[in-house]
C-alpha cells in the first residue's frame, strides 16, 4: 500500500505523493470546511476573505476564524472596516465616518449615524459645522468659516449650507438675500409671497417697532409702501418677528417703478407691453404712460400707503402708483 497501511478515521485518505494518510487531498474530500491541500487538513478558513462573521474574522494560523486584531483583517467585511474590541465594525471614532450625513460614530451600535453636534463634524473636511443631522460648511447663524472680504464679515447661503460672497449688514428692503445676518439692521430676510401664494424668493424687509434702526413702528401708519404688517414671520434662519411686506405689488414691482425700464411695444406706434412689468403683468405691477410716447413700470396698489412718500394711488379699476 502506498501509504503502508490502509487510511481510515479521522485520515481516510491515502496522499500517494506524500505517501501518508491525510484529512483530505482536495476540496471534495472535505465534508466542511476547506481543504489546506499543503497540509493534508479539513480547516475553517484558509484566508480572512473565508471568514464572514464581523465577530470572527481573522483566519489563524490553525484555520480557524478568530477575532480580529486590526483593521486588515475587516477589510473584506462590507461596511465594516474597522476593528475595535476583536470585532469589525463600522466605526470605532467618530473619524471613521468619513461621509457628511453621517458623521458621528455611535457609542451603542458602533455604527455611522448623523451628527448632532458640532465636534462630530471636526474631521469632515471643509463642513464642520452640524446642520440638521449633516456636516455643512456653515449656517446662517454659524458663518464662522466664511470669513471676511477686506473688514465686513461674509454671510453664509442658509438654503445651500454654504458661503457665499455676500457681505453681512449691506442689503437693504426689498432686496434678495441668502441669511438674516446680509440684512441691514431692523430688516430680516424672509420669503416673499404675492397675494396669489405665489412665492417670489427671499428678500429682506423690515422687522415692525424696531425703531432704533429707523424700522416703521407701525406697517400702515408709517411703512409705506412697506403696508403689509405679517404677524410672527418666521426668517431664512428661524427668527420670528412682524414684519411689513408690501401688500399687492412685489420686490421686482419696486425696484422697476419709474426706472429707466421701457415697457413699450416697439415702435412706430409704441403702446404699453405689459408683460415687461412686475412678475404678474396687472397684478403686481403695471405698464403705463408717462407723456406721449413714454411708457414706464409702476406698481400696484390699494390706497397711498402701497407707494412710495409722496405718490398717490390713482386708478378705478386697476389702481396703480401715480407716475406724474
Keep these: 500500500m502506498p501509504c503502508g497501511k490502509l487510511c481510515d478515521g479521522a485520515e481516510p485518505f491515502c496522499d500517494v505523493l506524500r505517501g501518508s494518510c491525510v484529512q483530505c487531498r482536495g476540496q471534495l474530500d472535505c465534508v466542511t470546511g476547506l481543504c489546506e491541500v499543503g497540509a493534508g487538513k479539513c480547516v475553517e478558513c484558509l484566508s480572512h476573505e473565508t471568514c464572514v462573521d464581523p465577530a470572527a474574522a481573522r483566519c489563524s494560523n490553525a484555520g480557524v476564524c478568530a477575532t480580529c486584531l486590526d483593521n486588515s483583517q475587516c477589510a473584506h467585511i462590507p461596511g465594516k472596516n474597522v476593528c475595535s474590541a476583536g470585532a469589525c465594525v463600522a466605526c470605532a471614532a467618530h473619524s471613521d465616518c468619513t461621509m457628511a450625513d453621517k458623521a458621528q460614530c455611535s457609542a451603542q451600535s458602533s455604527s455611522c449615524t448623523a451628527c448632532t453636534d458640532d465636534t462630530q463634524c471636526a474631521h469632515i473636511p471643509g463642513k464642520n459645522v452640524c446642520s440638521a443631522g449633516a456636516c455643512v460648511q456653515c449656517t446662517g447663524t454659524k458663518a464662522e468659516a466664511c470669513g471676511f472680504s477686506g473688514s465686513d464679515r461674509l454671510v453664509c447661503d442658509s438654503i445651500n449650507k454654504t458661503c457665499s460672497t455676500l457681505r453681512a449688514g449691506k442689503t437693504d428692503v426689498c432686496q434678495p438675500c441668502v441669511s438674516d445676518a ?56 428661524g427668527a420670528s418677528a412682524d414684519i411689513c411686506t408690501l401688500r399687492v405689488s412685489s420686490c421686482l414691482a419696486f425696484k422697476q417703478f419709474s426706472s429707466d425700464v421701457d415697457c413699450a411695444t416697439k415702435p412706430p406706434n409704441p403702446m404699453a407691453d405689459q408683460a415687461k ?48
Excluded: H
Design 182 to 237: 446680509q440684512c441691514m439692521p431692523g430688516r430680516l430676510c424672509v420669503q416673499e409671497t404675492l397675494n396669489s401664494g405665489q412665492k417670489l424668493g427671499f428678500a429682506c424687509f423690515w422687522k415692525e417697532g424696531d425703531t432704533q434702526v429707523d424700522a416703521p413702528a407701525s406697517c400702515l401708519g408709517g411703512g409705506r409702501p412697506f403696508a403689509k404688517q405679517v404677524l410672527k414671520a418666521s426668517s431664512i434662519d
Design 277 to 324: 412689468c412686475g412678475v404678474v403683468p396687472r397684478a403686481d405691477a403695471s405698464c403705463a404712460e408717462v407723456q406721449a410716447g413714454m411708457f414706464r413700470c409702476t406698481m400696484t396698489c390699494v390706497n397711498n400707503a402701497d407707494c412710495k412718500s409722496p405718490v398717490a394711488c390713482v386708478g378705478a379699476v386697476t389702481s396703480v402708483c401715480n407716475l406724474n
